[in-house]
Structure formats: structure tokens, C-alpha cells
């Protein structure tokens, strides 16, 4: 069992990152998937932030993607989705912990307070962090043309993970 105490590297960097969302809708489901988030988590405070460019996201259909970006997120004006928050229900050695998340979430430039429930795994100098959770699009003041209304559901499913390794100053 590794124990990390608070005068060694608290700071983790991920190496490594999934976000998908995913809108049920009765024309047609649609999913896409990002690979370049970035995040940090402090082992000893439980904080942590992360931060995905909204152009990262890849969807199955060309024309969707083109869409999501121009006439939905806006991603010019607001390239990125963000949360800054704490993590809260785990301990700092080797397991894995149910935790909640809180925090504050900012997409499409409106931050809302969120709570999540998700996973800690902690094996040896790596740390995992998911977490699955709704998104409610007009939260975020993201609006869905009345023509597309059926096509696209009004509250999406976040599927985050981060995998985690000690960071190590240059």
C-alpha cells in the first residue's frame, strides 16, 4: 500500500483523457468524443480543474460536427468547457472510493454550480478520476433550433475520465 504524505508531490497531471457526451433523441442519437482534455488534481486538498477544447470533439458525421461548433457551442467565441471544483469521499492511498465532485462548471461562457457523483482509483503513482453526468443544454444557454428540436435531447450525458501521474516540475 502507498501512503503519500502532504510534503511529497501532492500535484497530478493527466496523461491521458476521454470526455463523450451523449444526446438521445428520437430522430437520431448523437455522440462525440474528445481525447484532449487536460486536468490537474491535488492529491492533499482534493481540488481539481479541468479544461477540454470544444473543436476536439469528433463525431461520426462531418455535417454534426460543423453544426456543434458553429450554430450550437459557438466554440470561436467560447473555445473551451471548464470545471473547477473539489473532490470529497476518498483517501490517499491505494483503492478505489466512491466521491462527489463540486464545483463550478463553465460551458458555452455560463458557469453553473454542479455536483457529481463518480469514481477515485488510486493504484500506486496513478490516479483515475471518472464520472458520468447530465448536462441540461439550456443551463448553458445553448439553443436548439425549433426544426431541430426532436433531433437533438434537451439534456446530454457527460462521461468523463482522467488518468492521472505525479507531476513533476521541469
Do not use: C
Not at 476521454?18 to 491535488?42: G, M, Q, R, W, Y
Not at 458557469?111 to 464520472?131: H, L, M, P, R
Amino acid at each position: 500500500m502507498v501512503v503519500w504524505l502532504p510534503l511529497w508531490g501532492q500535484k497530478y497531471l493527466s496523461d491521458k483523457s476521454t470526455v463523450t457526451f451523449f444526446s438521445e433523441a428520437p430522430v437520431e442519437n448523437i455522440k462525440a468524443t474528445s481525447e484532449e482534455a487536460s486536468s490537474i488534481f491535488d492529491m492533499g486538498s482534493g481540488k481539481i480543474a479541468f479544461s477540454v477544447p470544444i473543436k476536439s470533439f469528433q463525431f461520426r458525421k462531418s455535417l454534426m460536427q460543423k453544426h456543434f461548433n458553429e450554430n450550437y457551442m459557438d466554440s470561436e467565441k467560447y473555445p473551451k468547457a471548464t470545471f473547477e471544483g473539489k473532490i470529497t469521499n476518498y483517501q490517499a492511498v491505494d483503492g478505489s472510493y466512491k466521491a462527489r465532485a463540486s464545483g463550478e462548471m463553465t460551458i458555452h461562457g455560463k458557469t453553473n454550480k454542479i455536483e457529481v457523483d463518480g469514481d477515485v482509483i488510486i493504484n500506486d503513482q496513478t490516479i483515475t478520476i471518472s464520472a458520468v453526468f447530465p448536462i441540461a443544454l439550456k443551463d448553458y444557454k445553448i439553443k436548439i433550433p425549433k426544426i431541430l428540436f426532436s433531433n437533438i435531447a434537451e439534456v446530454v450525458e457527460v462521461d468523463v475520465s482522467f488518468q492521472y501521474k505525479p507531476y513533476v516540475p521541469n
